[in-house]
Nanobody, 123 residues
Framework: VQLQACGGGLVQAGGSLRLSCAAS????????MAWFRQIPGKEREFVAA??????YYADSVKGRFTISRDNAKSTVYLQMNSLKPEDTAVYYC???????????????????WGQGTLVTVSS
């Protein structure tokens, strides 16, 4: 599986961005898909995940970010609203071949990673 993320950029605080991640492979619909983010010197941080069971969010983004997927297009999205400067990071999409896991929040759970897209939120 190859993942290609895009949609990052520079936005003012309070603004919105939508990230997209296109996946290759025939079994996309069965994968758990997730977004993580990372700033230099820190560990990769869970943002949101989606699978057949539902959607999951980090507390820091709950109510502001929405993860969704279009299985026909093999694409997962992250709609980010009310952005804050602390949301600035490189955002990565990830795929887990397991349809469900209790460890959806852990980077170690994921088998495939996209290349990352930079989101910068100015104050």
């Amino acid at each position: 599986v190859q993942l290609q993320a895009c949609g990052g950029g520079l936005v003012q605080a309070g603004g919105s961005l939508r990230l997209s991640c296109a996946a290759s492979g025939r079994t996309f619909s069965s994968y758990t898909m997730a977004w993580f983010r990372q700033i230099p010197g820190k560990e990769r941080e869970f943002v949101a995940a989606i699978n057949w069971s539902g959607t999951y969010y980090a507390d820091s983004v709950k109510g502001r970010f929405t993860i969704s997927r279009d299985n026909a297009k093999s694409t997962v999205y992250l709609q980010m609203n009310s952005l804050k400067p602390e949301d600035t990071a490189v955002y990565y999409c990830a795929a887990d071949s397991a349809a469900y896991s209790d460890s959806y929040y852990s980077p170690r759970e994921y088998d495939y990673w996209g290349q990352g897209t930079l989101v910068t939120v100015s104050s």
